[in-house]
């Protein structure tokens, strides 16, 4: 396989046209305000990556999860900082991860779900827009995943006009 730049981050769906897939993408598209598809599978991929990267830690351990626990340590720690992981969860628990749980680490939804926003899409305006940082930074990629620490430090820009609470979008969303 060639190592090019241009090689795609994520892997299409096997069949074209199945109604139950396709409803139930649709559903995830709307609920988490996706641009795309595209976004949607690329989200699945990077699980798929999590899963693959897990079994094989626990594959060469021969499935005790102490020893696949240490030598996938910063794995499992990254998992934990941008809170796909609790705390007390192990290796094994990365198996049993749905695409639900990367989705809701995304900025858009932590933003919305700080109240930032009335709606998905909304949330996703006001980042693409530039009105969002995170500690300090501005950010315009909806999709960043958040680490937990930085959540308290989600803001509107001090220079954006979303910064003054009397803003009409921005009262809306404080109801």
Known sequence: MSTGKNTKGYETPNHPYQGERIAEES???SRYGLKNKEELWRAQSELRRMRREARRLLGEAQGDV????????EFVARLRRIGILGDNDDISAVL???VTDLLERRLQTVA????FASST???????????????????TRPSVKVDVSDEGAIAFDETSPLADDLHPERAESQE
């Not at 919305?112 to 109240?115: F, I, L, N």
Request: cysteine-free; proline content about 0%; charged content about 25%.
């Open 27 to 29: 559903d995830l598209l």
């Open 66 to 73: 102490e020893v696949a626990q240490e030598a996938g340590a």
């Open 96 to 98: 049993s991860l749905d």
């Open 112 to 115: 919305y779900r700080q109240g």
């Open 121 to 139: 899409k909304q949330a996703r305006q006001f980042i693409v827009h530039g009105h969002v940082t995170v500690d300090g930074a501005r950010v």
